[in-house]
């Protein structure tokens, strides 16, 4: 199993531009996340998704938008890039077993710098 | 406001000894906890977790503590291994949020030294 998987590792891009980062997963989770990674600020949760085809807001979901149209995939959009979004982006997949909480498993991220 | 902090940006420990990471938080509905380990270029990988119903949980050389009325959890690995130099980071989640939500502190560098 290639676990949680993230496109492209690096990226730059002009103020302005639009970008999709792509996630995937292959052990048939429900629950998927996207978040950010800012220096001295933890990871932050952008956008959730409970199940295809759903969608919900994190903390910091201006300036982003997703989309799940496949279980096994997450899809995080930039329509119009800036500066503030220079950031190191990670998705999560969590299973739904019986427990109240599982741990969330996570790929190994995307940097992405806005110009 | 920043629900969960971890204040000790870094941390040095010898080879062998204890290492102790810290975490606070402020949101009393906070019911689950979680340490994730990062190493560079490389996405978070769980640890340990601990429900608020208990005060410890043990993994091998990992220990995670729980004091519910200072709002406060560590993270103890004994003995301390080269293997272990990572950035930890805690997270909280509530019961009610839903879809898990977890909430992060700023992580703390730990480096091991032979």
């Known amino acids: 199993n290639a676990g949680v998987t993230q496109t492209p590792k690096f990226r730059v891009l002009k103020t302005g531009q639009s970008m999709t980062l792509l996630c995937a997963q292959d052990m048939n989770h429900e629950y998927m996340y996207w978040y950010r990674q800012d220096p001295g600020m933890g990871l932050r949760l952008i956008h959730y998704?409970?199940?295809?085809?759903?969608?919900a807001k994190g903390e910091v979901p201006d300036g982003y938008n997703v989309s799940r149209l496949k279980k096994q995939n997450f899809l995080l959009g930039l329509e119009s890039a800036a500066p503030s979004q220079t950031s190191v982006y990670f998705c999560a997949s969590s299973p739904v077993w019986g427990r109240q909480y599982n741990e969330q498993f996570f790929g190994p991220g995307t940097r992405l710098t806005v110009l | 406001d920043q629900q969960v902090k971890q204040n000790s940006p870094s941390l040095s420990v010898q080879e062998g000894r204890i290492s102790i990471l810290n975490c606070d938080y402020t949101?009393?509905?906070?019911?689950?906890f979680l340490w994730y380990k990062k190493y560079p270029a490389e996405g978070p990988t769980f640890l340990i977790s601990?429900?608020?119903?208990?005060d410890k949980n043990e993994d091998g050389r990992f220990t995670v503590f729980l004091n519910k009325s200072a709002k406060h959890l560590s993270l103890h690995i004994v003995p301390s291994q080269p293997g272990d130099s990572a950035v930890y980071f805690c997270?909280?989640?509530?019961?009610?949020?839903?879809?898990?939500?977890?909430?992060f502190g700023q992580g703390t560098r730990l480096t091991i030294n032979p």
């Open positions: 601990i429900s608020s119903i208990k």
């Open positions: 997270a909280a989640s509530a019961r009610g949020q839903g879809a898990q939500k977890l909430v």
């Open positions: 998704s409970v199940g295809e085809g759903t969608t």
């Open positions: 949101n009393s509905m906070f019911d689950y």
